[in-house]
């Protein structure tokens, strides 16, 4: 009683054939059989690493220091600059 027998495995696929019908078991199989390769095809694509693209590293410019000869009136905003 604890394992099947041929009977009921028998009796199982007629039930089977019953509900999906010849015609479609084949068809059925099939679409199984096309999503277990997706499926492993999926896992195979997901083990590989994916090609990081880094970008270029940017040149790095020095920041050029206040002019030595800057006076305060100058940098304060709204002050009247000397046109030469």
Do not use: C, Y
Request: proline share 10%.
């Amino acid at each position: 009683m604890g394992s099947f027998s041929i009977w009921h495995w028998l009796i199982v696929l007629a039930v089977i054939l019953i509900i999906f019908g010849a015609g479609k078991l084949p068809r059925v199989m099939g679409d199984v059989a096309k999503g277990i390769k997706n499926f492993k095809q999926g896992m195979k694509d997901e083990d590989k690493p994916d090609e990081i693209t880094h970008p270029e590293p940017v040149a790095s410019r020095p920041i050029n220091p206040a002019p030595a000869n800057a006076t305060a009136e100058s940098t304060q905003p709204g002050a009247a600059q000397k046109v030469s």
